[in-house]
């Protein structure tokens, strides 16, 4: 038993913020400083005691020597969860990184390597929402709308085919 509530619920009452997710991203760099990634950092696995100390758990999907990518993958499911439940903090990524990267580096990957493989992460991530959207504006029957996103497909150097067939850029 971990006394406390989850983070989850401690940022919707107020009675945590930037503070406590600075410090979370020391925490999660201390468990990548281990050799161990989380699989599925959301504030919903995160709890918090009357102290304001912090405590991982639900380590199921959990990888020891995890490679560089899972160690990214968990500030990416992080961010997205700060971003869907918490978007009332806004930058909390940028805190929660600056907490990542207070620690010391003596270990590898360093923490700016992992930053740089998160930030790699979330460009997919981006890249791929995008394409879906331009996807959904192509199968509706607006033409206005079909005009914008062929404007918008042109100046990035896409063709209509590339999109609907793979996705993928020239």
Same mark, same amino acid.
């Given at each position: 038993?971990? @006394?406390?509530?989850?983070?989850? #619920?401690?940022?919707?009452? $107020?009675?945590?913020?930037?503070?406590?997710?600075?410090? =979370?991203?020391?925490?999660?760099?201390?468990?990548?400083?281990?050799?161990?990634?989380?699989?599925?950092?959301?504030?919903?696995?995160?709890?918090?005691?009357? !102290?304001?100390?912090?405590?991982?758990?639900?380590?199921?999907?959990?990888?020891?020597? &995890? #490679?560089? !990518? /899972?160690? $990214?993958?968990?500030? /990416?499911?992080?961010?997205?969860?700060?971003? @869907?439940?918490?978007? !009332?903090?806004?930058?909390?990524? #940028?805190?929660?990184?600056? $907490?990542?990267?207070?620690?010391?580096?003596?270990?590898? &990957?360093?923490?700016?390597?992992?930053?740089?493989?998160?930030?790699?992460?979330?460009?997919?991530?981006?890249?791929?929402?995008?394409?879906?959207?331009?996807?959904?504006?192509? @199968?509706?029957?607006?033409?206005?709308?079909?005009?914008?996103?062929?404007?918008?497909?042109?100046?990035?150097?896409?063709?209509? #085919?590339?999109? =609907?067939?793979?996705?993928? &850029? &020239?």
């Amino acid at each position: 038993y971990i @006394a406390g509530e989850a983070l989850y #619920e401690s940022l919707l009452s $107020g009675s945590s913020g930037f503070e406590q997710i600075r410090n =979370l991203g020391r925490l999660i760099r201390e468990l990548h400083e281990l050799g161990i990634s989380h699989g599925d950092l959301t504030t919903h696995n995160i709890m918090i005691n009357q !102290e304001g100390d912090i405590s991982l758990i639900d380590f199921g999907l959990s990888k020891i020597i &995890p #490679e560089i !990518e /899972q160690l $990214g993958l968990d500030l /990416q499911v992080l961010n997205e969860c700060l971003n @869907a439940s918490h978007h !009332e903090y806004e930058g909390a990524i #940028e805190v929660l990184i600056e $907490g990542y990267l207070s620690s010391p580096n003596n270990f590898l &990957p360093s923490g700016d390597e992992v930053i740089g493989r998160f930030n790699a992460i979330r460009g997919r991530v981006r890249y791929h929402a995008w394409v879906v959207k331009m996807r959904v504006l192509f @199968a509706t029957s607006n033409q206005n709308k079909i005009a914008e996103a062929k404007t918008s497909l042109g100046l990035l150097g896409y063709t209509v #085919e590339q999109l =609907l067939i793979d996705g993928t &850029p &020239p």
